[in-house]
């Protein structure tokens, strides 16, 4: 069975960089399409801010964090590179694995509700102050 696990979080000043990484355990990586979520404290879901298609040729971002946030992987890892941060973009970070689907029509789709994907790491902790 597929194990994530996210670190690299913090406490960090508005404006600075972080980057988290999702280890991926247990399975081939690349059976597997990879997303980032986030969420609030007191909030109910976790919202999706960017993923990476399975066939790597896609990947997408949401408004509030395009331009500042990058995906970018190696063998077993998935990294999100967090530039500008804002006191806004403190939360709890998730990466989350959803395995490839069998009809090759979805393959370069990048997934974006958290009931999509199977697997999740714990998460981690960032903190932006102002």
């Known amino acids: 069975q597929l194990q994530l696990v996210e670190s690299g979080g913090g406490v960090v000043q508005a404006g600075d960089s972080l980057r988290l990484s999702c280890a991926a355990y247990g399975r081939t990586f690349n059976m597997y399409t990879m997303g980032w979520f986030r969420q609030v404290p007191g909030d109910k879901e976790r919202n999706f801010i960017g993923g990476i298609s399975w066939s790597r040729t896609n990947s997408y971002y949401t408004d509030s964090v395009k331009g500042r946030f990058t995906i970018s992987y190696d063998q077993n890892t998935v990294y999100l590179q967090m530039n500008s941060l804002k006191p806004e973009d403190t939360a709890v970070y998730y990466c989350?694995?959803?395995?490839?689907?069998?009809?090759?029509?979805?393959?370069?789709?990048?997934?974006?509700?958290?009931?999509?994907?199977?697997?999740w790491g714990p998460g981690t902790q960032v903190t932006v102050s102002s």
């Open positions: 989350a694995a959803r395995p490839v689907d069998r009809d090759t029509k979805w393959r370069d789709r990048v997934w974006a509700e958290p009931y999509e994907y199977d697997y």
